[in-house]
Each structure stands twice: as C-alpha cells, then as structure tokens.
C-alpha cells in the first residue's frame, strides 16, 4: 500500500529556532511532492512543489529537499514566527495511477511556535 | 487572479439525507478534484474530473458522485448519508489532467451529520 508519513505529529518549539519536518513516502515512483500548511478549519495552502526530477525548492524561509531513494523529504523552517503555527501536510502524487489517484497525504505535523 | 471557491462553507445533515457540495476551479484550471478531511487525519482522495469526466477515483462508495460542468465548475453529491461522513470537504483545482502539476485549495466545506 502506498502511505506517506510524517514525523513528528506534534512539535512545539520557541520562537526563532530553526526547525525540520519530516516525510516519508513507501514508493520511490512519485510524480512530485508537495508541502501544505493547514490553519484550523481551514483549507490548505500550497507551500512548495518539487518535481520528481528536483532536490529541493526554496520559498522565503522555506526549504524543502527530496530523496526520492530514500523515500525522504524534509521542510526547513528558518527564524520561526508565532505566524508559522499550524499543521504542516505533505502530499505525494504516485506514478502508479498515472497520476490521476489523486494525492497521497500524511497525517500532518502539528506545529506551535511560542513566542 | 480568483482562487478555488466553495459552497456551503457548512451544513447540518441528518442521516439518510442526500447533500451537494460546490467548487469553482481557478480561473484556468480545467481539474477538479475533491478530498475528505476527517478530523485530525490527512485528506482522503474521492475523485477527479479532467474535461467533465471522472478520470480518477480513490476507494469511496458509488453514493459519492460527482459532476463537472463546461466552465470547469464542480459538484460532489453525497446520498444516504452516514455518521462517519461528517469530516471537511475539500475541493483542489489544478491546470491540465492528472495529478502532476500543483494544487490550489479552497477552503472547504464542513459536514456535519446527525
């Protein structure tokens, strides 16, 4: 069965700390990868896409970097902000169903940022 | 540039009932594909449209359907309503066929059934 996971569920940290979210996937053939931040009740935001072929993307103060061997990737939050408090989703887009299974999503890392 | 729009933002059900749920695609986007968020979970896949045909489906009962309509638009239909439908309905929009590209959501509409 093909699963994502992440570690840790939940992660509370002070304010301006670096931090790192982990994802796992169980299938290396993957079209790409994606990272949402969910705010309670609400929708998803995309944060980053990385494309099969890529090692990492970068946006602001996020970096997310992908090992499609490992069936790893990892989201750098640098200088955390009491803004960045949310659940952290990554997604994955198998190759197997052609693309058209949809996202394969992982429960989500619950972060708090304290100021 | 309008983003993905859902409607209702929420509903009350009771069980057996039937209810539909709505999202305008971004404009430019001709997918559409729906998630089911239970609480504390990761969303679920339901299904896509590409061109207003399913082209994709995730392990959901026939009493979860859908449509997709000329402007790109969508519906999720839900009939015989059970307790375990409640959850957060999400509607993804994305350009072109297949899941390879990324994905704008809206924010979702919350079920509730008694």
């Known amino acids: 069965k093909q699963e994502v996971t992440q570690i840790p569920a939940a992660l509370s940290v002070p304010e301006g700390e670096n931090l790192v979210l982990n994802c796992s996937f169980t299938d290396s053939a993957i079209y790409n990868l994606q990272w949402f931040r969910q705010d309670p009740g609400k929708g998803l935001t995309s944060l980053l896409l990385i494309q099969s072929s890529q090692r990492e993307q970068t946006s602001g103060r996020l970096n997310a970097s992908l090992d499609k061997s490992s069936g790893r990737s990892t989201l750098y939050i640098a200088a955390s902000q009491p803004g960045d408090s949310a659940t952290y989703l990554c997604a994955v887009t198998y190759v197997r169903g052609g693309g058209a299974d949809g996202l394969t999503f992982g429960k989500g890392t619950h972060l708090i940022i304290q100021p | 540039e309008t983003g993905v729009t859902q409607s209702p933002t929420h509903l009350i059900k009771t069980r057996g009932q039937q209810v539909t749920l709505r999202c305008s695609s971004q404009?430019?986007?001709?997918?559409v594909s729906w998630y089911q968020q239970a609480l504390g979970q990761g969303p679920q896949f339901i299904f896509q449209?590409?061109?207003?045909?399913?082209?994709g489906r995730g392990n959901f009962p026939p009493r979860f359907s859908g449509l997709q309509f000329p402007n790109y638009s969508s519906e999720l239909n839900v009939n015989a309503l059970e307790l375990d439908d409640s959850a957060l309905y999400l509607c993804?929009?994305?350009?072109?066929?297949?899941?390879?590209?990324?994905?704008?959501f809206g924010e979702g509409s919350r079920l509730t059934v008694l």
């Open positions: 449209y590409y061109r207003e045909e399913e082209n």
């Open positions: 404009s430019g986007h001709n997918t």
């Open positions: 993804a929009s994305s350009p072109g066929g297949g899941n390879t590209g990324e994905l704008f």
